[in-house]
């Protein structure tokens, strides 16, 4: 019993500071729905969804997904419901700009996101928008999307339009979430939309013009928009922990060209103190690029000008965070497309059975995780601000919508990885959990599930109901302590009188 109190102590005395943001996340493309509502402009997930409905797992598409175009408001109840202060959502770049230019903005867009945006302040939400999750205008992509240098005007443009518009209540912005899934998985393979499979330059070109493009939107927000509106910019990159199988040097080089492939490419031209791509990734593909007959690397250098432009071109660095597994120079290697990205890397991927197994083949519970990755961050990049704008564990709709307790473990796992990283000197300051509902899963439609709530697609109202996770997540954020031994009494969620 003494121990079991002393433990009891311990846990307690571990807490989020009062000015820490709890929040959900979610994208556009994924709750929204009403693909064609108004004069909505089509993208590329609408696209492909639509001429290729084989592509999705489940055959499956966004067109009604959790329809929030209508149910916003229940989205922001249930934010009250959850106690939290923050919501992290993605504007749609064709729903504001149909044609994805200025020239044409929608009267009809403009007035959905001011009113999801001015019911969340209603309630002292703090809304962080991102301006852009995977759902690019189709017509520019007919133009060649982010493998077109004009890309970087576009985008500007664009992101204009969302500070003057939102700018006076929106004082977090995202520029682009996750440049791995855009780039690589987009242009560089055929895991998402647009589906482009350049496996050769795809990644590399649409890195250049995308971190470009986020210093062009940047500082078109630092020097026109911030000084009367006063919020901040970053840049959200997926980072899962890739650390070496053994402690040999070959792994420990593996393992860190394994992360300069994934991240690196993003992170290195904007955080590093030196900027531009990450230096031993660089060297590896000029070098294969001779070999394999290119005139030049099939990697675009920077200017000089451009290098410096780019570096420092955010406030803060958002971290999307899963999963991790071991590294290897020689064992657990397979057969890649070449020329390719995960050729150019040539490393070994290895994750141990024990791991916990999530509905996502790729997601398991790796421990110390966000840890690794944050403490990572810290020490490489001098201290910067970070945020976990998603982390989350999928489910199956076989498994009954209440009782999760794979994700209430996981929850409890990895926030206290944040604690421990704060402890360390991590200056993280918020924690956004995917997802505040079930939503269409990208290439698996509808069969994997990351939502707090659970949302019966099958009901004309698409009704939504908490799971046990999100009462876990309700003390969590009440209390700002982790307790291991806190289970829900009430299935019944209610709104703290006040909040």
């Known amino acids: 019993l003494a121990v079991a109190v002393c433990g009891a102590k311990k846990w307690q005395k571990r807490r989020f500071p009062d000015d820490f943001l709890f929040g959900t996340a979610t994208a556009s493309y994924q709750i929204e729905g009403a693909w064609n ?88 939400i703090t809304p962080i928008a991102t301006l852009y999750h995977w759902d690019l205008p189709q017509k520019l992509q007919d133009l060649g999307g982010f493998m077109n240098p004009l890309f970087v005007e576009w985008f500007e443009d664009y992101a204009r339009v969302a500070f003057e518009n939102f700018g006076d209540r929106v004082k977090h912005w995202i520029t682009f979430n996750e440049p791995r899934e855009i780039c690589f998985e987009g242009y560089g393979a055929d895991a998402k939309a647009p589906v482009v499979n350049r496996t050769d330059i795809g990644t590399y070109v649409c890195a250049k013009n995308l971190v470009l493009a ?84 099939r990697m675009p250098e920077f200017t000089d000008e451009e290098r410096e432009f780019v570096r420092g071109s955010a406030d803060f660095f958002g971290v999307n965070h899963y999963t991790g597994c071991l590294v290897s120079a ?33 997601l398991t519970l790796s421990p110390n995780s966000l840890y690794n990755v944050l403490t990572h961050l810290h020490k ?10 998603e982390n989350g564990w999928s489910g199956s709709p076989a498994n009954g919508y209440y009782i999760d307790d794979g994700r209430v473990t996981y929850y409890r796992a990895l926030l206290n990885d944040a604690l421990d990283a704060m402890e360390a000197g991590v200056h993280l300051r918020g924690y956004m959990a995917w997802s505040l509902m079930d939503n269409f899963e990208w290439n698996q439609g509808y069969l994997e599930r990351f939502g707090l709530y659970e949302v019966d697609f099958e009901s004309e109202t698409r009704e939504r109901r908490p799971r046990k996770s999100a009462f876990v997540y309700k003390q969590i954020v009440k209390t700002r302590v982790i307790d291991p031994n806190y289970e829900p009494k009430s299935f019944i969620m209610t709104i703290d009188k006040g909040h």
């Not at 249930?78 to 919501?87: D, F, H, K, T, W």
């Not at 993605?90 to 019911?119: C, H, M, Q, V």
């Not at 497309?337 to 790729?362: H, I, M, Q």
């Not at 490489?380 to 704008?389: D, E, F, L, S």
Request: overall charge neutral.
């Open 37 to 124: 509502a108004d004069d909505k402009g089509e993208n590329i997930w609408d696209r492909v969804t639509h001429t290729n409905p084989g592509y999705i797992t489940d055959r499956s598409n966004g067109d009604i997904s959790t329809d929030s175009y209508t149910n916003y408001k229940r989205d922001v109840e249930m934010m009250r419901q959850l106690g939290v202060n923050a919501y992290r959502f993605s504007l749609s770049w064709s729903r504001i700009l149909p044609n994805g230019l200025t020239n044409r903005i929608s009267k009809a867009g403009l007035t959905f996101y001011n009113n999801y945006i001015d019911e969340m302040v209603k309630y002292n």
């Open 214 to 297: 986020n210093a062009n939107a940047y500082y078109a927000y630092v020097n026109d928009f911030k000084p009367e509106q006063g919020g901040v910019c970053g840049i959200t990159i997926s980072i899962n922990w890739f650390g070496p199988l053994t402690n040999s040097s070959d792994d420990l080089l593996a393992a860190e060209v394994k992360r300069q492939a994934e991240w690196g490419l993003y992170a290195e031209p904007i955080f590093s103190a030196n900027g531009g791509f990450p230096p031993e990734f660089s060297e590896i593909v000029a070098k294969k690029s001779a070999e394999q007959g290119y005139r030049r690397s």
């Open 330 to 362: 020689t064992q657990y290697k397979r057969v890649y497309p070449v020329p390719s990205l995960y050729d150019d890397a040539g490393v070994g991927l290895y994750v141990p059975p024990e791991w916990p197994k999530s509905a996502s083949y790729w």
């Open 380 to 389: 490489k990049y001098n201290g910067p601000t970070i945020y976990v704008t």
